[in-house]
């Protein structure tokens, strides 16, 4: 069984960063794709960054240049650092693990942004 856990959401001031990890179980996490979503209140949830197993990354317009995501293989962790934050970034970011085998989420870590 595959699973995904978030951590160190949190609130920071407009301006701030904050680094965000997802830890997976299992030995699926080098083969898989990582991605970072995340949802605020009224909104769908939506897509902010991906890296694939050849470390291949993709970000959402809104997070270009303000936002990195990483992977480190032999810990199994997939990391997001954010940097100039803003008050619309404030949101619940979900972790996700996919490869042939699995599409996992994680629980969602909270991450609120005051100005």
């Known amino acids: 069984q595959v699973q995904v856990v978030e951590s160190g959401g949190g609130l920071a001031q407009a301006g701030g960063s904050l680094t965000l990890s997802c830890a997976a179980s299992?030995?699926?996490?080098?083969?898989?794709?990582m991605g970072w979503y995340r949802q605020a209140p009224g909104k769908q949830r939506e897509l902010v960054a991906t890296?694939?197993?050849?470390?291949?990354?993709n970000y959402a317009d809104s997070v270009k240049g303000r936002f990195t995501i990483s992977r480190d293989n032999a810990k199994n962790t997939v990391y997001l650092q954010m940097n100039s934050l803003k008050p619309d970034d404030t949101a619940v970011y979900y972790c996700?693990?996919?490869?042939?085998?699995?599409?996992?989420w994680g629980q969602g870590t909270q991450v609120t942004v005051s100005s």
């Open positions: 996700r693990l996919t490869n042939s085998m699995y599409d996992v």
């Open positions: 299992g030995n699926w996490f080098s083969i898989s794709k």
């Open positions: 890296i694939t197993s050849g470390r291949t990354t």
